[in-house]
Nanobody
Framework: VQLVESGGGSVQAGGSLRLSCAGP????????WAWFRQAPGKEREGVAA???????SYADSVKGRFTISKDNTKNTLYLQMNSLKPEDTAMYYC?????????????????WGQGTQVTVS
């Protein structure tokens, strides 16, 4: 399963970005997905997740600012990020796991993208 992220970049504090993740083909609806991020010197953390039934989960640090969504017809996962802060600066990764699991734990995901950098200044 190949996942490919896009949409990262540099933005000023208070700005917005939308990340996209092209997913695992025609079976995307069977997967649960998540966005993770890793800043230099820090552990990778799960910021948002959506299961195959559409339920969502967010880290407290991004609640009210980030929105995860998926389009099964396009096999694509999104992360809309608003009101960005310098502490949101990190490499962002999308991840997928087969089945309906609402989880943001690293160990629960078997498929990962290569990451896209988000820098907020």
């Amino acid at each position: 399963v190949q996942l490919v992220e896009s949409g990262g970049g540099s933005v000023q504090a208070g700005g917005s970005l939308r990340l996209s993740c092209a997913g695992p083909g025609y079976t995307a609806y069977q997967y649960s997905w998540a966005w993770f991020r890793q800043a230099p010197g820090k552990e990778r953390e799960g910021v948002a997740a959506v299961d195959s039934d559409g339920r969502t989960s967010y880290a407290d640090s991004v609640k009210g600012r980030f929105t995860i969504s998926k389009d099964n017809t396009k096999n694509t996962l999104y992360l809309q990020m608003n009101s960005l802060k310098p502490e949101d600066t990190a490499m962002y990764y999308c991840a997928a796991t087969l089945g309906s699991w609402l989880t943001r734990a690293n160990a629960d995901f078997g498929y990962w993208g290569q990451g896209t950098q988000v820098t907020v200044s």
